[in-house]
């Protein structure tokens, strides 16, 4: 018998009620309340317009974890992370993982009886980790100053032109003259002649970055450091070094645990570092860590008992959900020193091989091939017809998304691609984006889907 359906009742399709005969305002709020249902429906299908985030090459934010950590996550988005005294375990939480950040840079101030030792905090991403470092340079910079009886009022800060633009940022917003050292074509990091010739009284630091946003290159701290030694000992000015380890923070001390870049560098004060990079958290969480607690001067540090107990906190913002900080804590247990070193070496490996597969392709020359990191850089040589932004935007038309760019300061004339290789892009799918290159460089040559310039990528 079959079921009787009343004459009264109405059975419409998913996208017939108001997603089908009603426009939602995109600008003002609408007058009326939408279901549950539908404004889902419709905010989820206008994201579908986005591109795929595990395709996203161009971006050193993770884009996969693991589903355990997925759960983790959306069951603490909700504990703000200022609320320690109400939130005990997730404060906790962050005080271990700011202690294992430390611990795997070689701070100081780092106690097997203190498991709270370690000087530093977790940021929204490496951008407040490098105002709260520059700030602590600035403010020990004037220290020093104003105990001698000296002008404190000209701060500059020596850092490459290929730094991330946050550093740009922190020059304005907190009144320090940025000395920018200019690249050169073929060379893109910063070297220690440059850094002994822009050192004065008056710097608050030098950074070094390990993983430049260009070509992801390793700068030489070391030998920086060194320079800066020479300086002082022979009485010049005794200035310290900070690590922008945003992108190799959580690389390098898998890959390459021997070389010395970090704390186990005398002359190096902070280090910062970004967990949704290569720590492989979903954005935002950073890390910045001192050397010891004399390198962060107290005066940055607040107090406020308005919601508890006495909490110290240095940070730019205030409240922020914890779920990233969960996160990062389930990486770091979950994965150990084994399994970010597995991750790394694989990636390392996908790298190579793509970067051998791209080296054979004519007209492509390789600027760096993901040893160091997996980061490829690459650029075009001499005048093929067609050009890198040819080639990207050819990429975004078949799922990859891949950016074209000019080179900074004085090597303005060099434009590559750059390709960035995260958990989640299996050796597979970059097998597969080689060879849509190949395909793509072959149509280029024969005039198909030229004309893409610089200036068309801009915006």
């Known amino acids: 018998m079959s079921e009787f359906i009343s004459p009264d009742a109405t059975v419409a399709p998913a996208y017939t009620g108001r997603l089908g005969t009603e426009p939602i305002p995109a600008l003002r709020m609408p007058e009326s309340e939408t279901e549950p249902d539908a404004t889902y429906r419709f905010i989820h299908d206008e994201l579908m317009l986005d591109g795929s985030s595990r395709l996203n090459l161009a971006t050193f934010v993770t884009t996969w974890m693991d589903p355990q950590a997925d759960r983790l996550m959306a069951e603490t988005f909700d504990k703000n992370m200022v609320d320690k005294d109400e939130y005990p375990a997730t404060a906790e939480i962050e005080t271990r993982s700011v202690n294992i950040v430390a611990a795997l840079f070689h701070a100081e101030d780092l106690s097997p009886v203190d498991p709270s030792s370690a000087t530093g905090v977790s940021t929204v991403g490496s951008s407040e980790a490098v105002m709260l470092a520059g700030l602590a340079l600035k403010w020990r910079w004037r220290q020093a100053r104003q105990a001698a009886g000296r002008d404190a009022t000209v701060p500059n800060l ?13 020059c304005r917003y907190f009144d320090v003259e940025p000395k920018y050292l200019p690249m050169a074509p073929g060379r893109y990091v910063i070297t220690p002649e440059q850094v002994r010739d822009a050192v004065d009284e008056n710097t608050i630091g030098v950074v070094a970055t390990l993983g430049t946003t260009f070509t992801g290159e390793l700068e030489p701290v070391a030998e920086i450091a060194a320079v800066l030694d020479d300086i002082a000992a022979a009485g010049g ?5 900070h690590v922008d380890a945003a992108s190799g923070g959580f690389v390098v001390p898998f890959l390459d645990p021997e070389l010395e870049w970090d704390f186990r560098v005398p002359r190096v004060v902070s280090i910062n570092v970004s967990g949704h990079k290569y720590g492989m958290t979903y954005p935002g969480i950073g890390f910045v860590v001192w050397r010891s607690k004399v390198h962060l001067p107290e005066d940055l540090v607040f107090r406020v008992n308005y919601l508890g107990g006495d909490m110290p906190t240095f940070t730019l913002n205030f409240s922020r959900p914890g779920n990233q900080v969960i996160g990062q804590y389930y990486n770091f ?28 392709i004519d007209d492509i020359e390789i600027i760096t091939d993901g040893s160091a990191m997996p980061v490829l850089a690459f650029r ?8 890198v932004f040819d080639i990207s935007h050819e990429l975004r038309a078949r799922g990859f ?8 300061a004085d090597a303005e004339d060099v434009a590559v691609l750059r390709i960035v290789l995260r958990e989640g892009f299996g050796r597979d799918l970059a097998h597969k984006l080689g060879q849509d290159i190949d395909h793509i460089v072959e149509r280029l040559r024969r005039g198909v889907g030229r004309g893409h310039s610089a200036s068309a990528f801009a915006h």
Not at 158 to 170: A, D, I, P, R, T
Not at 237 to 241: I, M, R, S
Not at 343 to 348: F, K, Y
């Open 237 to 241: 000015p005794d200035v310290p070094v």
């Open 333 to 360: 247990i979950r994965l150990g020193i084994a399994g970010y070193t597995q991750i790394m070496g694989a990636l390392r490996d996908t790298a190579s091989m793509l970067s051998q597969q791209l080296s054979e």
């Open 401 to 408: 998304q891949v950016p074209a760019y000019t080179m900074p």
């Open 158 to 170: 020596v850092l490459g032109s290929n730094v991330q633009v946050v550093w740009e940022k922190f």
């Open 380 to 387: 075009l040589v001499g005048d093929p017809g067609y050009t």
